[in-house]
C-alpha cells in the first residue's frame, strides 16, 4: 500500500470534511451511548432539540460557542503559522483574571470599561504566549510542552488569587473573585437569556483575522514562516518578529476568550470558568481547516454537540462525557478526511 | 559458453503521476563488467537504479540476478541477492558511528546482543583489504563527505554485495578523489563484482566504464563500448540535438562592487570558512568552484544575510555589509539565487505571485501600510512567466507545481527583472535538464553584459570554463587566490579545485 | 533553616519520592522509546488516563492486580496503534494527531468509568499493591526500608531503566530503532522497514505509559476520578528532553523531580500557614520549564524526530 501526493487536494473531500468528520463521530458516539443503554435515535433527537430546539436552547448554543470561536481563533491564527499553542486554556484564565483585577481600578462608563478590559485580557494573554514562543525563538524550546505545563501553573495561580487578594469577601462557600463591575458587563443580545453581545465581538474577531490573513502583510509573512521556515528566512521574513506576532494575536484573542466568559456570563472568575475550552478551541481549529471565518462554524457546532450532549445526558443517563468524546472524535476524522483529499491511495 | 549475466533488466517501466521516468527499460550486466548509465538531469537514471535496488516498485517489469528473479520492492531483497547501492545523498545516520550505520540491519533482528566485536573485525578487513581507511567508532556528523562516501561503500561491501550501484558518485569528491574510486572501482570489478554508476560527465564515463547505456526522457536510447564511441556522440546521444552553448563575450571589468575582507566563519565549533578574501567587479563573473561541502554554503549564506560572520567584513557597493538583513541586501540591488530551490528558493504552498514578490514586500509596489496589493504582484508576476518563460501556471498556482526547471525560472525572473548590480548564485544549473541549462547561463551572461557584477558558486567544472572570467577555489573554507580563466585548462582547474595553488598566474 | 535540610534525611522523604517517581518512570521510558524511533507521543496524558481507568476497572469487576496492569498495557498498546496510524502510516502532524488522542482517551475513559461507577458519595476503592519487602535488603540501614519496600511495581520500573538502556545501546532491534529515528531513509537502504519499527516502538510506549497510569490507580491511591493525571504526562515529555533521549537519565531525571515533589509536599506541611499551597505546588511545573530551557540548548534530538516517513518520497 502506498501514498501517492494529488496534484491538486480533491475540493469536494476539503469542503466535506468536516461535515464527514462530523458524521461518523456521530455514529461513534451512538455507539456509545447504546452502551450505556439508552435508545440511539431518541437520544440523537434529544441532542438535537436541547441544542436547537427552543428559543433559550438555540442562545445557550450560542453563548456557549462564543468562547470557543476565541479560543479557535486563537488556535488558528497559533497553527497557520506552525506555533503549537497548546495554551489557551491558561490563556484565557489570566486574561479572566485580569480583566476582574483591572475592574478594582477603572471606574468609568460602559463604553469605555468594556473595551478597556478586554484589552487588559488580551495584553495578559498576549504576555502568557510570548514567553514560550521567545523561549522558542532564543533557546529552541518545544512550546508544545511549555505552553501546556503553563496552563497548570496558571490554573493554580488563579486559584491563589481568588483565595488571596482577589477574593470576593461577599460571597460563601465556593471561593471566587471580586466581580466584574456592572460598568463592565456585557449587555444581553436576548433578554432573559444567557446570550451576550460577546457573539459581536467574536464574530467581529473573527472577520478582523481574514482580513490579517487575507490582505496584510503580516498575515503573508507568517503564512510563509510557518510553510518553510527556510525558505522564508532566504525570502527576508523576520522569523522571530514575525513568530513573536503571532503570539501575541493568538494568545490576546485566548485572553479576551477569558475576560468575554467573566464579563458575558458569569460575571466573576472562579477556576471553573472554563470547562476545558482552550482545549476544545483546538478541535474547532481543525474542523474548520485553520480558516477564520470557519471558526465561526465550527465553534457553533462544537458548542451545539456540547449543550445537547448536556441536555440529553440528563434525560437519557448517559454520562456528560460524551460531548467531549464526540467532538475529539471528530478532529481525528478530520484529520483522516483531510489526508485523504491531499492523496491517493495506491494498492 | 555463454555466462550468466550477473544482472537482466528486462522491460523496467515506471510512471510518476503522467511523469513517465522510466518506459521500457532492458539492460544487461556481465560479471566483472563496469559499465555507465549516463543522462542528463530527469533522464530517469536514479529511478532505474532505485527500482533494482528496491526503493521503488516498477508498473511493469523484471530482473533477474545470476538467472534467479528479484523481488522487487523491498531493498531487503536486493540486499539479500547481493545488490548493494551508494546513494547519491547518503543514507547515513549522523549521530550514530560507522560502525552503528554499517551493522544496522545485518543481525536478525530479535537476536540478545548485538555481535560487535565481530562486526568490528569483518570491517576493518574489509577497509584494508580496498584501501577504504575510516575510523569505525568516529561519528557520521564528523566525518569529511568523502570519508562518509567511504562508509556507504563500505556498508555495501559489508553486506557481500556483487552487484555495486554508485549514484554520481563522484559529485562531492576531488579530481583526485574522483580518480582513486575509479581505480578502485576496477580492482573490484577484476575481483567479480559488476558495477553500475551513474553519471552525466562525459570524461568519467568514458575513463571509467567498459561499456556506457544512454537514456534520454526514460528510454534507453543508445548503447556503446567505451572504446569505439568519443564524448562527441555521447553527447550528442544523451541530448538528442546539438545544445547551443552561449559563448562568453569580452568585456571590461569596471570597479569592485562586492568585496569580502578576512571573513571567517566558525559554527558549531567549526571553522567554516577561514580568512576568505575576494574582490568582486562590475561586467564580470568570478567562480568560487568546489566540490560541495567546503565551505560554498556557508558563504552564500553570509553574502546573503542569513548568516553574520564571526570575524572580518563584507562590503557590499561601498556599504559594510555583515548586518544587513536579506531585504536590506535586496533593496541595495544584491539578487540571490540560493542553492536549494525546493526549500529556500520558493515555499511550496504559496503561489506564484506570493514567491515572487516575497523578498521585495516592502517595496511599495507590492505592499501599502502593510496591506499587500495583489493585483499590482499578479501583473508583476505575469510579465516574469512571460519574460522568462515559466511553464506550469499562472501567477495564482502554488509553487510546488512547478518542475524543477520552471521554478528555477521563475526564481532567475524575480531577481532579473530588477536589472540587479550584483548577482550571487549559488548552483543555479544544478538538476536542471540541458536545454534549462543553456537557458539559465544565457540569462547570466546577458546580466554580466549588462552591467552587473556576478558571484558564481559552483561544482561544475565546464560551468566555471564557460562562464567565469575569474575564478577563485574554496578547499575547507579557505579560498585560492583568484586566477584568470583563459590561462586555466580543465586539468588544472580540477587542481585547483583539490587544493593545490602553487605555480598559478594571480589575476587580482 | 535546620529544618528544610532535615527533610531531606528522612527516609520517608526517600520513600515517597520513589513511589511519586514510579509511574513518571514508566511514562517516561514510554514517550523516550517513541521519540528515539522518531514519534512525538503527545497522547501520553490521555493514555496515562486511559491506563488508569481501564487498570483500575478490571480489578474493581474482580480481576488480580497484575491482570490489570496487562489491561491497563494493552488498552495503551492499542492507543498506541491509532496514533502510529494517524502519524506514521498517513504521516500526518504529529502534534496534533497526540493532542487527538489525550482528548479522545481522556474523555473516554471517563465516559466508560461513568457507565461502570455512578456519581455516589464517596467513589469506590480496590484494594491496592501492598510494598513488598526485599528480604535482607530492606533492613540496612538509611535506605533499606526506602529502597527495597516498595510496590512490585516500583520494582519493574527501575528494572525497566536498565532493560530499555541495554535494548536501546546493544541489541540489534534498539539500533534498528535509533537509526529510524536519526535517519529513516538509511533504516530502508539496509533492508529494514522504518515504517514497522515506527508502529512497534509507538505501541510498546504506548502500553508503558498505559502502565504508569496504572500505577497511579492500582498503587499510589486506590480509586480513579477524573483529572487525576494533572499534567504528569506533559512533564514526561519535558523529562525525555532532559534525559537527553538517554533511559538511564530518564530514570535519575524522574527520580530528582519526584525528590522535588516529595519535598514540596512536606515543605507545605511546614510552612503551609505562611505561604499559599498553590505556590508549592506550582513549583514541579516550573522546574519542568527550566530544566526544558536548560537541556534544549544542548541536547542532541534525534534527527528525523516528527518528520512522517513516506516512502518514495524524499525530503
Redesign the interface.
Known amino acids: 500500500m ?4 494529488r ?1 491538486q487536494p480533491v475540493a469536494a473531500i476539503t469542503i466535506g470534511a468536516p461535515i464527514l468528520a462530523v458524521t461518523i463521530s456521530l455514529l461513534v458516539a451512538g455507539g ?1 451511548i447504546a ?2 443503554g439508552a435508545p440511539v435515535l431518541a437520544s440523537y433527537a434529544s441532542i438535537f432539540t436541547s441544542a436547537f430546539g427552543s428559543k433559550l436552547a438555540i442562545t445557550e448554543t450560542l453563548t456557549r460557542a462564543i468562547p470557543l470561536m476565541f479560543t479557535g481563533l486563537a488556535a488558528a491564527v497559533a ?1 497557520r503559522a506552525k506555533v ?1 499553542n ?1 495554551g489557551a486554556e491558561g490563556q484565557l484564565y489570566i486574561g479572566a483574571l485580569a480583566a476582574a483585577a483591572a475592574g478594582l481600578w477603572i471606574t468609568a462608563p460602559p463604553i469605555i470599561t468594556i473595551p478597556a478590559l478586554i484589552v487588559i485580557a488580551a495584553c495578559a494573554g498576549m504576555v502568557l504566549l510570548v514567553i514560550p514562543v521567545f ?1 522558542r525563538v532564543r ?4 512550546e ?3 505552553t ?6 496558571v490554573l ?2 488563579v ?2 488569587a481568588i ?2 487578594f482577589l477574593r470576593d469577601p461577599l460571597a460563601f462557600g465556593w471561593p471566587q473573585s471580586v466581580p466584574i463591575p456592572e460598568e463592565g458587563r456585557l449587555p444581553k443580545l436576548v433578554d432573559r437569556s444567557r446570550l451576550h453581545f460577546g457573539l459581536v465581538i467574536a464574530v467581529g474577531f473573527a472577520i478582523l483575522v481574514y482580513l490579517i490573513h487575507r ?7 507568517s ?2 514562516a510557518g ?2 521556515q ?9 522569523i522571530a518578529r514575525t513568530l513573536l506576532g503571532v503570539a501575541c494575536l493568538s494568545g490576546g484573542l485566548a485572553g479576551v476568550a477569558g475576560a468575554v466568559e467573566a464579563m458575558g456570563v458569569k460575571g466573576f472568575v472562579s477556576t471553573d470558568l472554563s470547562p476545558g475550552f482552550g ?1 476544545s478551541g ?2 474547532v481549529a ?1 474542523l474548520a481547516n485553520l480558516n477564520p471565518i470557519g471558526v465561526i462554524f465550527a465553534a457553533l457546532f462544537v458548542a451545539a454537540v456540547f449543550v445537547g450532549a448536556d441536555g440529553m445526558s440528563r434525560s437519557m443517563e448517559v ?4 460531548a ?2 464526540t ?3 471528530a ?2 476524522t478530520m ?2 478526511a483531510l ?1 485523504f483529499a491531499a492523496y491517493r491511495v495506491r494498492w | 559458453m555463454m555466462q550468466t549475466p550477473a544482472l537482466v533488466l528486462k522491460g523496467i517501466s515506471k510512471k510518476f503521476g503522467a511523469i513517465t521516468a522510466n518506459a521500457d527499460i532492458s539492460i544487461s550486466l556481465q560479471v566483472g563488467e563496469v559499465i555507465a548509465l549516463l543522462g542528463e538531469n530527469g533522464a530517469g537514471k536514479t529511478t532505474l537504479m532505485n527500482i533494482l535496488f528496491g526503493h521503488y516498485m516498477p508498473d511493469e517489469g523484471s530482473v533477474e540476478i545470476e538467472g534467479k528473479p528479484l523481488v522487487l520492492g523491498k531493498p531487503r531483497n536486493a540486499i539479500a541477492m547481493g545488490v548493494g547501492m551508494v546513494h547519491q545523498h547518503f543514507s547515513l545516520a549522523p549521530n550514530l558511528t560507522v560502525l552503528e550505520n554499517i551493522m544496522t540491519g545485518t543481525e536478525p533482528l530479535f537476536s540478545l546482543r548485538s555481535k560487535t566485536e565481530a562486526a568490528r573485525a569483518k570491517l576493518t578487513k574489509l577497509a584494508d583489504r580496498f584501501g577504504l581507511l575510516v575510523d569505525p567508532d568516529a561519528f557520521v556528523s564528523d566525518l569529511s563527505v568523502g570519508e562518509q562516501q567511504r562508509v556507504e561503500i563500505l556498508k555495501a561491501l559489508f553486506n557481500d554485495c556483487r552487484i555495486l550501484i554508485l549514484d554520481e558518485p563522484t559529485a562531492v569528491l576531488t579530481q583526485p578523489e574522483a580518480e582513486q574510486l575509479f581505480r578502485l572501482l576496477r580492482v573490484m570489478a577484476t575481483e567479480g563484482l559488476s558495477i553500475i554508476f551513474i553519471s552525466h560527465k562525459l570524461h568519467e564515463v568514458m575513463n571509467g566504464a567498459d561499456r556506457v547505456v544512454v537514456l534520454k526522457g526514460g528510454r534507453l536510447v543508445a548503447e556503446r563500448q567505451t572504446s569505439a564511441t568519443d564524448k562527441a556522440e555521447l553527447a550528442e546521444l544523451m541530448v538528442g540535438h546539438q545544445v547551443k552553448r552561449p559563448t562568453r563575450s569580452k568585456t571590461t571589468p569596471g570597479p569592485v562592487v562586492m568585496k569580502a575582507k578576512d571573513v571567517t566563519l566558525i559554527q558549531d565549533g567549526h571553522k567554516r570558512l577561514d580568512n576568505v578574501n575576494f574582490e568582486l567587479r562590475e561586467n564580470e563573473v568570478l567562480s568560487i568552484i568546489g566540490v560541495s561541502g567546503n565551505g560554498q554554503a556557508q558563504l552564500a549564506q553570509v553574502l546573503s544575510g542569513l548568516v553574520k560572520p564571526s570575524s572580518g567584513t563584507v562590503e557590499v557597493l561601498g556599504e559594510l555589509s555583515n548586518n544587513l538583513t536579506p531585504t536590506e541586501l535586496t533593496e541595495r540591488g544584491v539578487a540571490r539565487i540560493p542553492e536549494d530551490r525546493n526549500t529556500e528558493g520558493a515555499i511550496g504552498a504559496l503561489s506564484l505571485w506570493q514567491n515572487a514578490i516575497l523578498q521585495r514586500i516592502r517595496d511599495p509596489r507590492f505592499s501599502k501600510r502593510g496591506i499587500v496589493r495583489g493585483q499590482a504582484a499578479e501583473t508583476y508576476t505575469q510579465d516574469i512567466i512571460r519574460n522568462f518563460d515559466v511553464r506550469g501556471g499562472t501567477p495564482q498556482t502554488e509553487a510546488r507545481l512547478l518542475s524543477g526547471g520552471n521554478l528555477q525560472k521563475l526564481i532567475l525572473g524575480r531577481n532579473l527583472s530588477e536589472n540587479p548590480r550584483i548577482l550571487i548564485a549559488a548552483q543555479p544549473a544544478r538538476g536542471l535538464d540541458e536545454g534549462a541549462i543553456a537557458e539559465v547561463h544565457r540569462r547570466l551572461l546577458e546580466v554580466r553584459a549588462a552591467g552587473a557584477g556576478i558571484l558564481l558558486i559552483s561544482e561544475e567544472l565546464e560551468e566555471t570554463m564557460l562562464l567565469a572570467d575569474r575564478v577563485q577555489a574554496i578547499v575547507n573554507g579557505c579560498l585560492s587566490p583568484p586566477v584568470a580563466t583563459q590561462t586555466l585548462d580543465s586539468r588544472q582547474l580540477g587542481f585547483m579545485m583539490a587544493g593545490e595553488w602553487g605555480g598559478l598566474e594571480h589575476a587580482v | 533553616m535546620i529544618d528544610l535540610i532535615d527533610i531531606l534525611f528522612t527516609t520517608g522523604l526517600w520513600s515517597s519520592a520513589l513511589r511519586i517517581a514510579t509511574p513518571l518512570i514508566f511514562a517516561t521510558l514510554g514517550a523516550l522509546l517513541c521519540e528515539r524511533a522518531g514519534v512525538l507521543n503527545l497522547g501520553i496524558e490521555g493514555i496515562m488516563t486511559f491506563g488508569a481507568m481501564a487498570g483500575w476497572l478490571a480489578v474493581f469487576m474482580g480481576a488480580d492486580l497484575w491482570t490489570g496492569v496487562m489491561v491497563a498495557a494493552i488498552c495503551g498498546a492499542t492507543f498506541g496503534l491509532l496514533h502510529s496510524g494517524l502519524a506514521v502510516v498517513l504521516g500526518l502532524s504529529q502534534h496534533v494527531a497526540g493532542l487527538g488522542i489525550t482528548l479522545f482517551a481522556s474523555s473516554l475513559s471517563y465516559y466508560i468509568f461513568r457507565l461502570a461507577v455512578p456519581v455516589q458519595g464517596t467513589p469506590p476503592t480496590i484494594e491496592p499493591f501492598q510494598p513488598w519487602s526485599v528480604p535482607v535488603l530492606s533492613d540496612l540501614p538509611l535506605f533499606g526500608p526506602t529502597l527495597f519496600s516498595q510496590t512490585p511495581l516500583t520494582y519493574l520500573a527501575l528494572i525497566l531503566a536498565l532493560v530499555m538502556a541495554y535494548v536501546l545501546n546493544r541489541t540489534p532491534i534498539g539500533l534498528a530503532i535509533r537509526i529510524t529515528g536519526e535517519n529513516p531513509h538509511a533504516a530502508e537502504a539496509q533492508g529494514l522497514n522504518p515504517i514497522a519499527i515506527r508502529i512497534g516502538a509507538v505501541v510498546t510506549g504506548s502500553a508503558l505509559m498505559a502502565m504508569g497510569g496504572a500505577y497511579l490507580t492500582l498503587a499510589a491511591f486506590n480509586s480513579f476520578f477524573p483529572t487525576m493525571v494533572q499534567g504528569r504526562g506533559w512533564v514526561c515529555i519535558a523529562l525525555v528532553v532532559f534525559a537527553m533521549w538517554r533511559p538511564g537519565r530518564a530514570l535519575l531525571g524522574a527520580i530528582l523531580f519526584a525528590v522535588f515533589d516529595a519535598y514540596q509536599l512536606r515543605l507545605q506541611t511546614n510552612f503551609g500557614k505562611a505561604v499559599p499551597y498553590q505556590l508549592f505546588l506550582m513549583l514541579p511545573y516550573v522546574l519542568s520549564i527550566v530544566a526544558l530551557v536548560v537541556m534544549s540548548r544542548k541536547a542532541k534530538v534525534p534527527r528525523a524526530l516528527m518528520k512522517p516517513y513516506r516512502r518514495g518520497e524524499r525530503d
Open positions: 502506498r501514498f501517492e501526493r496534484e456509545l452502551l450505556a497553527f503549537w497548546i523561549m533557546f529552541g524550546v518545544d508544545v510542552v511549555t501546556l505545563l503553563l496552563n497548570f501553573i493554580l495561580f486559584s491563589l483565595e488571596g490582505y496584510t502583510v503580516f498575515g503573508l509573512q503564512r510563509a510553510e518553510s527556510s525558505g522564508a528566512a532566504f525570502a527576508g521574513v523576520p482545549y483546538i478541535v481543525m454520562p456528560t462525557f460524551i467531549d468524546v467532538v475529539s472524535l478532529l481525528l484529520l483522516i489526508f
